[in-house]
């Protein structure tokens, strides 16, 4: 089970920190999702085992996922946050063992927390 927190309200670039954390150790990558309003879900950063990232476009250098094993804690740090990034805010597990590279996308995740909600205002 995965338990995310941190969301909130900020004005546009101003910034958040997300924390997800696991119920026990896994070695899947975790990933971020977000689901915008009226909008369909898009996978935001992943993270395998040993800290490998990979990001969307939309969010690269503006956000960065990491990982603390010992802790089962993945925290994304999103900065210079815009409008656009409001949305409901999920970490989930890839379904499958490997490689993380590339995988964004949202069907390919299980094991989905219940959200939290990020609102950026202009």
């Known amino acids: 089970q995965l338990v995310e927190s941190g969301g909130g309200s900020v004005q546009a670039g101003g910034s958040l920190t997300l924390s997800c954390v696991a119920s026990?150790?896994?070695?899947?990558?975790i990933g971020w999702i977000r689901e915008p309003p009226g909008e369909e879900r898009e996978g935001v950063a992943i993270i395998s085992l040993r800290g490998s990232a990979t990001y969307a476009d939309s969010v690269k250098g503006r956000f960065t996922i990491t990982r603390d094993n010992g802790k089962k804690l993945v925290t994304l740090q999103m900065s210079s946050l815009e409008p656009g990034d409001t949305g409901t805010y999920y970490c989930?597990?890839?379904?499958?063992?490997?490689?993380?590279?590339?995988?964004?996308?949202?069907?390919?995740?299980?094991?989905w927390g219940q959200g939290t909600q990020v609102i950026v205002s202009s």
């Open positions: 026990r150790a896994t070695n899947y990558c």
């Open positions: 989930a597990t890839l379904t499958t063992l490997g490689s993380c590279d590339g995988h964004l996308d949202p069907r390919e995740f299980r094991n």
